[in-house]
């Protein structure tokens, strides 16, 4: 166990001193992915959009933050009622696709979930996330990927998972 920690410690280390320094370094023209989703009720239906804020450690797995947007429609209301950056949270695993051909690509898979929304129990359907380096984003969301991966692939601790993958989103910023 303490090689696979110090493997991951490595790994961490290397790969967040090969990412760009400030803002002024990074590679603009790319924001984090946006997940798209649906969710059903028991009368409707609800369509958004989950923006990512941040990643964290809850229990002994990670969770991933943001806001949620979008409308939900349903026979129990009169009309389609908006959703507006709305917090909320999905319990998240991360790993390496079973398919990859490439070290930087990463999957991040959501959970599923039955949360209120307006009111209304909704159910979400679990959903995966790929993410892989996009154009205007330079060679270091690559290196960072790759580090990820390899991080993912040695089990790395839950705390070292959550720092690599919240070094991704601001990547993308």
Avoid: W
Avoid at 133 to 162: D, K, M, Q, Y
């Amino acid at each position: 166990m303490s090689r696979r920690l110090f493997l991951a410690a490595v790994t961490s280390v290397a790969v967040l001193a090969a990412a760009p320094a400030g803002a002024g370094a990074q590679s603009g023209g790319a924001a984090f992915p946006t997940v798209f989703l649906s969710a059903k009720t028991a009368q409707g239906e609800f369509q958004g959009a989950f923006r990512i804020r941040r990643f964290r450690v809850r229990g002994p797995g990670l969770a991933v933050f943001g806001r949620l947007s979008g409308r939900l429609r349903d026979r129990r209301y009169p009309s389609a009622q908006r959703v507006r950056n709305r917090p909320f949270s999905f319990d998240v695993t991360a790993g390496r696709p079973t398919r990859a051909t490439s070290c930087a690509r990463v999957a991040i898979t959501f959970a599923g979930r039955t949360a209120p929304v307006v009111g209304l129990a909704a159910s979400f359907a679990p959903r995966t996330l790929l993410l892989r380096p996009r154009r205007g984003t330079g060679p270091s969301t690559g290196e960072l990927l790759c580090g990820t991966s390899t991080a993912l692939a040695a089990n790395a601790p839950p705390a070292v998972t959550v720092h690599l993958l919240n070094a991704l989103r601001l990547q993308y910023a």
